[in-house]
């Protein structure tokens, strides 16, 4: 897959034709959007392009009000600190991986929360050619303090008495993450089996950061280079693609490296740079990488005359 993630919702009838035609022009096959619309897809698929919906587990206010032990719960003085956060800008708080994520999500270990997220699954696959998890993580990037995951840890510390708190925190958190993903492929397979099934691993994972080896997926995407700056050194987004190439298992997914190039002012990339990070991406990845965002790209054409060209060669 040679992917753009638009991240922006695309508005119009017009935003949508014009993004397919552009993603065509830059040589990629894929699109992942929160805005696919069937008119859409079929302009796409006209043009080779696989039109693939974003899922995201974040609550709604429905949710909460019917399901409000289903939410993911942090210790209480992550709240605090979450309070104090607030207000930040959203370039600022995620710049440098800010400790807990400004977001309310359905805890994975609940019935309610499964049944919702595959309907959410459902209406994707209604229109798109498949789907792209997002935000499948941890608000405080380790894990859920609701009753019910403390009772997971609870059995968990029987049946493994030698494992220390730590161990066993980290283990139950391994396995919720892992579970869900195994239980959104089989739903989307269930309902189309030609269908995509891909994510970003995003909010990462501390206990692993490399956990994405792990889930069950078409394409696994992880990132070897972060929006904000100060960009990481290539040497590290070399050593980072290594590492998730090296973790690969074919049978489980196949690994994609994922690039963030942001638009704010002061954030936005060198074209030569962003040429030397998808060498290393092609490299790794076997020819297949996801670049994000879309908008970024249609922004300043010398990144997007530097996707093209890497394409080309
Ligand atoms: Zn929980």
């Known amino acids: 897959m040679k992917a753009i993630w638009a991240i922006a919702p695309i508005k119009t009838d017009t935003e949508r034709e014009q993004a397919v035609d552009f993603v065509a022009d830059l040589g990629c096959n894929m699109l992942i959007t929160n805005s696919a619309t069937p008119e859409m897809v079929a302009r796409a698929n006209k043009r080779d392009i696989q039109i693939i919906a974003t899922v995201f587990p974040y609550s709604d ?6 399901h409000p032990h289903c939410l993911q719960k942090m210790r209480e003085f992550e709240y605090k600190v979450s309070d104090a956060i607030v207000g ?7 710049r440098w991986q800010s400790f807990l994520l400004p977001r309310t999500l359905l805890c994975f270990e609940h019935p309610e929360s499964q049944a919702e997220i595959k309907k959410r699954v459902e209406r994707a696959l209604a229109i798109a050619d498949g789907i792209a998890l997002d ?23 029987v049946q493994t008495p030698d ?3 730590i161990e066993i925190m980290g283990k139950v958190s391994t396995q919720t993450l892992i579970d869900v993903h195994r239980l959104l492929y ?46 990481w050194r290539l040497e590290r987004v070399e050593m980072e693609a290594a590492e998730m190439k ?15 190039i942001h638009d704010l002012p002061g954030f936005v990339r060198t074209p ?14 076997g020819g297949n990488l996801v670049i994000s965002r879309l908008n970024t790209l249609q922004k300043y054409p010398g990144l997007a005359r530097a996707v093209r060209e890497a394409f080309k060669k």
Do not use: M
């Not at 206010?61 to 019917?66: L, R």
């Open 163 to 165: 494992l220390s708190d």
């Open 135 to 157: 935000g499948f993580g941890f608000v405080n990037y380790y894990a859920c303090f609701c009753d019910r995951c403390e009772t997971l840890r609870k059995e968990a510390r």
């Open 272 to 285: 030569e740079r962003l040429a030397r990070e998808i060498e290393i991406a092609l490299k790794y990845g």
């Open 61 to 66: 206010d429905d949710f909460e009000n019917a």
């Open 246 to 260: 090296r973790l690969e298992n074919p049978e489980i997914n196949r690994f994609v490296p994922f690039i963030g």
């Open 186 to 231: 089989d739903h989307a397979k269930s309902i189309d089996p030609n269908a995509i099934v891909t994510n970003h691993v995003w909010p990462h994972f501390l206990p692993d950061e490399y956990i994405g080896a792990k889930y069950k997926l078409d394409y696994c995407t992880q990132t070897i280079s972060w929006f904000y700056p100060p960009e």
């Open 88 to 94: 930040q800008s959203h370039g600022e708080s995620y």
